[in-house]
């Protein structure tokens, strides 16, 4: 049994991979050892768990639906085995290896309940709230006040048996600090501030969630009767000094950190944004009639699940921003996106040049990206065949499963059939994705997850390899000569694997640096001149171009069967005649199956596909990388989502 200790850290978290490591490198580094770590996790879809399963002492999980800053608390610290709890936000980092020795020191002293430390921006964070941490701590103890309360949780330490004696409340929407100082205050104890007790408060939020965290903890001190409608003056002229004092430290920023990241226009500019939006929140928290009263209303504020997306409006209309990630439903899984391949479809779906959108079958706005790979990060309670960690692909197109032709198995017939990141459900430019867990296929464990990105691809090729089999087989032996036309991603995969069933083939295109890929690779020859089609008795049109799709009807030979993988087709007349009279066979393939990913999960190891890979950037550079693949300059583009640490 572990000795027991005199301190415990307790740290809530959620989707917090981006500064959970530096926190806990920074506590590694103090120079007060007699401590542990409590995380309470509230439902992360982030490598949160992984790095403090790694690291922390203890590892708690609580619903998100459960969640509120109280109960979160109260969760850890019923963990716990100090007789100490000092409490941080997982989103800090102490300065020095002092803080902790110098936080809890006053506690020692039988008449102090709680002590805070002081809170310091960094460059990320806004400008206004560097300010607003000076103005609120600065570097002077003192005993707290009901005349200032400054008491906060993101760096605090309170003494255990009392907490015993009287628990957070679990009810509030913040200020649950506040709460507890101001009851122990009552009974007359201290509360001390330790101003060289110090850490960075990184927040690095959006305006909207600016507006919630005022406006939630506006709606808790109007329910503990700190603050009212009858505040909103005094309210106002406060903010009219800050925001006064802050455009003047924007001009001469003296030692606020944020002066290195913006430029003058950037931080008056930024000052201006984070006061109306904090004062937007606050002001509603302070005057709505009925604020929080339901559950959805209080998870909301509580609760932050945007993520990051890349969303298409309409054509030519594309931005990267914040979303909410869709509910998980029982049968669904979270997906982490760790790499998705650019693929002309997301070029269509920008231009508006995509059939779905054209007929009003499908509408805008829609995330891109169906090529991806990625790992699971939360399931549903009605999934029993996949887990949290695993390292999956996703099916494309998703039928219903149930109507006359899903039964028949013919499912892209499926009148409710979706396609991911095309219509109907978004895609997997997102930091996470959301899907029926049906169309989820699990990897072996240290699958190069960036080469997994291809399965998808590949999975098209092989379906319509399928569908292109028996013509193969039915040709004599020594007739067997196939030609690919078109040399992007699908024409590269079909070339490979055609060489690797043993069938020579020549792949045509007009881009000679993507020819020049197959140089040395046996079975397969690389040409220029369409005129050439006649001597092949099997075509694979990759390139989706009408005047390719003509040539290729019409030089191809008698007998001969084309397979169309490309898309789109624009309209243009031609003549069955130079089909029907000559023998020819024309075979359409579009998607894969269940039965396809399957087997490109298995093929993907033995296929050389490393030209496809040699292409990456961040998913903030989707816009280059688009540029990219309208060039040709390029045979694939892989984004890299997963952000490590």
Not at 492 to 515: K, M, Q, S, W
């Amino acid at each position: 049994m572990p000795d027991p200790v005199e301190t415990s850290v307790v740290i809530r978290c959620f989707n917090e991979q981006k500064y959970l490591p530096g926190l806990f490198d920074a506590l590694d580094r103090q120079s007060y050892r007699d401590f542990e770590v409590v995380i309470v996790d509230s439902g992360s879809f982030d490598r949160t768990r992984e790095i403090a399963e790694a690291r922390a002492d203890k590892v708690l999980r609580i619903s998100s639906h459960d969640f509120t800053f109280g109960y979160s608390l109260n969760t850890g610290i019923r963990a716990a085995a100090g007789r100490f709890v000092a409490i941080a936000s997982a989103h800090t980092e102490p300065c020095d290896e002092h803080w902790l020795e110098r936080l809890i020191a006053p506690l020692r002293d039988d008449k102090v309940a709680m002590t805070y430390g002081r809170q310091l921006g960094k460059a990320c964070s806004k400008f206004s709230e560097a300010e607003d941490f000076e103005r609120t701590f600065g570097p002077q103890p003192r005993d707290e006040s009901p005349d200032r309360w400054c008491v906060n949780n993101a760096n605090s330490a309170i003494r255990r048996d009392l907490w015993e004696r009287y628990p957070f409340d679990e009810e509030l929407t913040g200020l649950e600090d506040i709460d507890w100082a101001r009851r122990w205050m009552g009974e007359g104890y201290r509360v001390v501030y330790q101003p060289e007790a110090r850490l960075y408060h990184l927040h690095e939020e959006s305006w909207r969630q600016i507006r919630r965290r005022y406006y939630r903890e506006a709606v808790a001190a109007r329910r503990m009767g700190i603050k009212g409608p009858e505040r909103i003056v005094s309210e106002l002229a406060a903010e009219l000094r800050n925001t006064v004092s802050d455009l003047a430290g924007a001009i001469r920023p003296r030692d606020n950190p944020v002066a290195q990241r913006l430029s003058l226009g950037q931080r008056l500019r930024e000052v201006i944004y984070f006061r109306l939006n904090r004062n937007a929140g606050a002001f509603r928290g302070l005057l709505e009639r009925h604020p929080l009263e339901t559950a959805a209303e209080r998870e909301d504020a509580l609760f932050d699940r945007s993520t990051r997306a890349v969303v298409i409006h309409g054509p030519g209309k594309v931005a990267l921003e914040e979303v909410e990630l869709p509910e998980c439903k029982p049968g669904d899984v979270v997906v982490a996106t760790s790499h998705v391949g650019v693929c002309a479809t997301d070029l269509e779906l920008l231009s508006g040049s995509l059939g779905y959108y054209k007929t009003g079958m499908a509408k805008y706005p829609i995330v891109p990206g169906h090529e991806f790979s990625g790992r699971i990060v939360s399931v549903g309670q009605n999934v029993a065949t996949l887990g949290e960690g695993d390292p999956v692909v996703v099916e494309c197109i998703q039928s219903c499963g149930t109507c006359a032709e899903c039964r028949a198995g013919n499912f892209i017939g499926c009148a409710e059939r979706t396609e991911l990141g095309v219509f109907r459900r978004n895609g997997a430019y997102a930091d996470f994705v959301t899907v029926p867990a049906r169309f989820v296929h699990r990897l072996e464990p240290g699958t190069d997850m960036r080469q997994a990105a291809l399965c998808e691809p590949l999975a098209v090729v092989l379906k319509g390899m399928r569908r292109l089999m028996p013509a193969l087989a039915a040709a004599p032996g020594g007739d067997k000569r196939a030609a690919v036309t078109g040399a992007g991603c699908i024409g590269h995969i079909c070339a490979v694997e055609l060489a690797r069933r043993g069938y020579p083939v020549t792949v045509f295109d007009r881009n000679a640096a993507r020819l020049d890929v197959f140089r040395g690779r046996p079975g397969i020859e690389t040409a220029t001149d369409l005129d050439r089609l006649g001597e092949f008795n099997v075509v694979v049109e990759a390139t989706g171009h009408p005047e390719v799709l003509d040539k290729a009807l019409h030089g191809a030979p008698a007998g001969a069967t084309l397979l169309l993988l490309g898309l789109p087709y624009a309209r243009k007349e031609f003549s069955f005649e130079a089909i029907a009279a000559f023998d020819k066979c024309v075979i359409g393939s579009v998607g894969s199956t269940a039965e396809d990913f399957a087997e490109a999960i298995r093929l993907m190891p033995s296929l050389d596909l490393s030209p496809l890979l040699a292409c990456r950037l961040p998913l903030s550079s989707f816009a280059e990388a688009w540029e990219l693949a309208r060039s040709g300059s390029k045979l694939k583009i892989i984004l890299d989502v997963e952000e490590t640490p």
